[in-house]
């Protein structure tokens, strides 16, 4: 057991939950019994304190191990190497590992014992299958099973809905939610033998939606509630089961590109049929290609913040269900989506 003293927003929120709800149970008691002011300290002590210590209190590494998907570039990579440079036994999902990938390649370089690079397409079956049978040979011996299975890979588009192809939106389906569910699929038995963790990054766009992103965000809907229902379903088993929600590290990530956004926003301009262009024009049309590469760098660069939670989820002794990534602009627009009427959030972000 070790002790992890946390400062991030995600914190933050809960403490100030807490205070509020201190005030307003504190001032219903009060015409009961006591003042305000006493059942507000008890309350604001025992309820601070315990989420201080909560969010704080995080496993030895010993001999825990690892399954990251999506370790080519970007989330995944940088993962890989920060896990395996804390202790764990890594098992590092390559799309491209096969076929000898930039990502693929620098972590083969690193070496050593813990750090296994595998070829992982999370939507082929016969992939993850061959991936159960590595791991299987690869755990240590000490080894009750496989820790974790973080599921980072993830495929994202952009478009309005009369744009985008069916393929782009089965492909996002597809990598998205499908290659969760396999992976679920085949990794349970491993996971429920040492009651491990299941960690998930969804997306921002999982809690509220944006124009132009049906595809993507179809999918993290989805995905969130999937991994709703596999988390009830793991309890019983001691199985964990965690969501990230990051906000916008496009910028940190490279998942979107100057050369992805022109091939997409070509691609579609030229399958779009005549009365669709016709109804939104060319103009229309090139601003929203415009914004999409204003996100290139209007995000966060710094991506620490995604890989920390990624650590705490698979650590905490008293792992979250959604860990939040993200700067206070997005933490308030999450809050407003979800907790305020739809009204409201149209007017402010829309």
């Not at 495929?155 to 996002?172: L, Q, R, Y």
Request: proline share 3%; hydrophobic share 45%.
């Amino acid at each position: 057991m070790q002790v992890k003293i946390r400062t991030d927003l995600d914190l933050l929120q809960r403490c100030l939950m807490i205070i509020l709800w201190s005030a307003v149970t504190s001032y219903i008691l009060s015409f009961l019994k006591w003042d305000f002011h006493t059942w507000n300290q008890m309350f604001l002590v025992v309820g601070l304190g315990a989420s201080l210590v909560q969010s704080s209190l995080q496993l030895d590494i010993e001999d825990k191990s690892v399954l990251i998907t999506g370790c080519d570039t970007g989330f995944g990579l940088v993962l890989a190497k920060h896990l395996h440079a804390l202790g764990f036994k890594v098992f590092a999902g390559c799309l491209l590992a096969d076929s000898d990938g930039a990502g693929a390649t620098e972590l083969r370089s690193i070496g050593g014992p813990d750090l296994h690079v595998i070829q992982l397409d999370v939507t082929k079956s016969e992939d993850w299958s061959n991936a159960s049978v590595y791991i299987k040979e690869h755990l240590s011996t000490a080894s009750a099973g496989l820790w974790g299975l973080v599921n980072n890979a993830g495929w994202a588009t952009f478009g309005d809905v009369e744009w985008v192809s069916m393929s782009n939106f089965n492909k996002a389906m597809n990598i998205n939610v499908n290659g969760v569910i396999l992976g679920a699929k085949h990794m349970l038995p491993l996971l429920r033998k040492s009651k491990g963790r299941i960690v998930t990054i969804t997306s921002g766009l999982g809690r509220f939606a944006v124009p132009t992103r049906s595809p993507y965000v179809a999918s993290k809907y989805a995905l969130e509630g999937f991994l709703d229902c596999l988390r009830y379903e793991m309890k019983s088993f001691g199985v964990s089961v965690s969501l990230l929600e990051p906000g916008n590290y496009i910028a940190g990530t490279n998942i979107f590109n100057e050369k992805f956004v022109m091939s997409q926003a070509e691609l579609m301009w030229s399958e779009m049929s005549d009365e669709v262009k016709q109804v939104y024009g060319k103009d229309y049309f090139n601003k929203k290609v415009e914004v999409m590469r204003s996100y290139m760098n209007n995000g966060t660069k710094d991506i620490s913040p995604v890989i920390n939670s990624y650590t705490d989820a698979l650590l905490d002794v008293f792992p979250q269900v959604r860990y939040q990534p993200m700067d206070l602009y997005f933490k308030v627009r999450c809050i407003i989506a979800t907790h305020m009427p739809e009204k409201v959030y149209e007017i402010l972000y829309l």
